[in-house]
């Protein structure tokens, strides 16, 4: 299973890379709303995943290659694409198909790509392709087809649909979304939203800041879907600022933004950049938006390598203003103990850094991680803690199992 995703991925990648560098025949260039923008690794360009057969044809191709002549028809040419065996070579005359194809074209292709799926054929990365395009061509004939013709438990073809469609008209697709006593696909909503944000956050941004805390397009979902467009359209460079200027438009219920900077923690941590990320983090500290989890996905990038770079990551941050916890120490005393196996590192480092202001949070958690495995200890920092609260609390939770 997992060697069929790799290749789809990396086959969707090169479709990325192909259809956002080629002219469209269309109003606009595709290239500037293209949500298939995907960089092009080096290693796709190779060849294909050794030690795979050939997928079955179709149909057998003729001695002509070209697309558009040898068959006579646009459908014919298709067939005759996907009759290639080798996927990178494939997917490039795909992608040709699918600039040169009209609205026309679109039905005889989908019944072609339900063919070879109904045989087990499966071109993931050309029908994602195919629909994305159909979607921004005849997005409600697209709509239509699908809903006659898929079994509605399959919505691999909705969240491309709905892209190629907002890569077009971002509020035309919601007003479809939208009618009266139609049930809201979330999936659509996520196409919408990450092809919208990345190429138009801020016209996106307040169309949700102006619907209402209950409306669908406020659902987790949607915000993950519209962070990663941000994150597209803006980068590590913007998305602390941009971030700022949109959740501070927001009043009252601050869920949608929350669930915003949660979903950009999750694309810090994918960024091999901890000092950028930790930027990030600290700036929404005391935010109204901040969330810890979002937080504890920024660190992610420190969590390997030397043990004790968790927690100074940890203790470089500032204490919530209001409250005055420092976020992260029990995932950092967490990792190192139990993950880590490294159960005097924390002690050692408390010893090495008496003057950090966060130490007697430090104490206690390391005090509650150790009280299954070593009550003593666990006794020992949990009395250190100089805030008498706070240690009268740490010494009252080794008695509880619960805790």
């Not at 061509?137 to 006659?148: F, I, N, S």
């Not at 999750?266 to 990030?280: K, V």
């Not at 120490?329 to 090495?352: F, I, M, N, S, Y």
Request: hydrophobic letters at 40%; proline letters at 8%.
């Amino acid at each position: 299973m997992n060697r069929v995703v790799l290749t789809a991925g990396w086959v969707l990648s090169l479709a990325a890379a192909l259809w956002a560098g080629r002219a469209v025949r269309e109003s606009a260039p595709a290239a500037e709303r293209n949500p298939f923008r995907i960089p092009l690794a080096p290693e796709v360009a190779s060849k294909p995943e050794p030690g795979k057969a050939p997928e079955e044809s179709l149909t057998q191709p003729t001695a002509d290659e070209n697309t558009n002549t040898s068959s006579g028809s646009m459908l014919a040419g298709m067939k005759e694409v996907l009759a290639d065996p080798s996927g990178v070579s494939r997917m490039e005359k795909w992608v040709a198909c699918m600039a040169s194809a009209t609205a026309a074209d679109m039905q005889g292709a989908a019944e072609l790509l339900e063919e070879a799926r109904h045989k087990g054929r499966f071109y993931f990365a050309e029908t994602g392709l195919f629909w994305n395009r159909w979607g921004s061509l005849d997005p409600r004939a697209a709509v239509a087809w699908k809903g006659e013709h898929i079994n509605n438990d399959d919505n691999s073809p909705s969240h491309q649909l709905a892209a190629g469609w907002a890569s077009r008209d971002p509020l035309g697709v919601l007003e479809w979304i939208r009618e009266p006593g139609k049930f809201i696909d979330p999936t659509l909503l996520e196409g919408t939203f990450s092809t919208w944000a990345a190429s138009d956050p801020s016209a996106a941004g307040a169309y949700i800041i102006d619907a209402s805390p209950d409306d669908p397009v406020r659902s987790p979902r949607t915000a993950a879907a519209f962070a990663k467009g941000v994150w597209q359209s803006k980068g590590k460079a913007g998305v602390t600022a941009w971030l700022d200027t949109f959740a501070g438009r927001f009043q009252g219920d601050m869920t949608f933004p929350r669930e915003v900077f949660k979903s950009l923690g999750r694309a810090w941590s994918q960024s091999n950049d901890g000092p950028a990320a930790l930027d990030f983090a600290r700036s929404h500290i005391g935010k109204p938006w901040f969330d810890p989890e979002g937080l504890h996905n920024c660190l992610e990038p420190f969590k390997t390598g030397e043990p004790g770079k968790l927690m100074d990551a940890v203790a470089s941050l500032p204490p919530d203003p209001g409250t005055g916890e420092y976020y992260g120490v029990r995932l950092a005393v967490v990792k190192w103990v139990r993950v880590r196996k490294d159960p005097e590192g924390p002690g050692q480092w408390l010893t090495a850094h008496p003057d950090f202001a966060g130490s007697d949070q430090v104490a206690a958690a390391y005090a509650s991680v150790l009280k299954d495995t070593d009550p003593a200890a666990a006794q020992h920092w949990a009395g250190s803690i100089k805030e008498e609260a706070l240690r009268t609390n740490a010494l009252k939770n080794l008695q509880d199992p619960s805790k």
